[in-house]
């Protein structure tokens, strides 16, 4: 049991935290890169968006992808590379999904949809929760952010310039907020996420209080295990986080949303609002965009930009 003094100890740390911590991985997966434009140089360079925004941020490597990142590390003082206390393929999430004898969705892209495809997509939680155990940046707030983000931005000038805002606004104590195009799924039934893409959430970008983050890598490696052996199926991460949500405790808060400018975009109810004001000079420059709602997210290559 704690003491009082152990208690007292953790409350002035939590005090101490605050500030956004952005979390994405670079690793190398294909043979043979699907889509041939999308090669290093390319992925670099839309990572770099982010990075030059000033933001803190945390990514993860392989042998391959390392050498680039300490390069593009070297201009950004705000990057830190880090390292999984165990590789990240020997995770319990990533584990399970080569389970041998598990079967893949009926209608994928197969040159894109693959077992390690599927496998790093279902460890994005992985790699958050390790940032937000170290936390080297004393956060209170962790943000997924897929590696390539930047590219579904349609208005850069714009919508660059209000993630940086985001970082920097007072959020409320607990929350995990994560946008999304469709409504969810009922409780015990997978026949909507077995065999397609299911674009309840997103995918590319969900943001949580340091606590919720790391309960939801909880419930995620408690229910995964239950999942795969009820279904035999290895799917999208977005079609188990739609199934978590179903099926579990988590309590995700959805926000309509969808691949492109407005997946960051998040309702004011997120914020402190007593602290508006002091950040309204920085939000007011910034446009509410007004983009029509398009049929991309069936599109099977705006999942693609980790």
Known sequence: MENQKDIDCDKDTMKTLEGVTFVTCYVHIYENEPFS??????RIEQ???LADLGIKICVY????TLP????????????????????????PIYKECLKEGLDMPERRFEKKDTVEYMALMNTKIEFVNDSAVKNPWNSRIFSWVDFSMAYVFG?????????????ERNF?????????????IPPNNCSAIVNNIHWRFCGTFFIADRDSMMRF?????????IFIREQNKLVWEVN???????????????????????IIRMPEHFFVQKEESQVTDVIDEIPILHIEQEETFIEQDNHVVI
């Open 37 to 42: 434009h999308k090669n290093i140089p390319w």
């Open 47 to 49: 990572f770099e968006f």
């Open 61 to 64: 490597g392989d042998e391959l």
């Open 68 to 91: 680039y990142l300490e390069e593009s590390a070297k201009k950004f003082p705000n990057v830190k590379i880090m390292t999984m206390d165990i590789p990240y393929k020997e995770t």
């Open 155 to 167: 208005n850069k000038g714009e919508s660059l310039p209000y993630l940086k805002a985001l970082s």
């Open 172 to 184: 409320i104590d607990t929350f995990f907020a994560i946008p999304g195009c469709w409504q969810p």
């Open 217 to 225: 890598h909880r419930i995620y490696r408690e229910n995964y295990p």
């Open 240 to 262: 188990i986080w739609a199934w978590l949500e179903a099926n579990t405790d988590w309590g995700a808060q959805w926000y309509d949303s969808d691949h492109n400018d407005r």
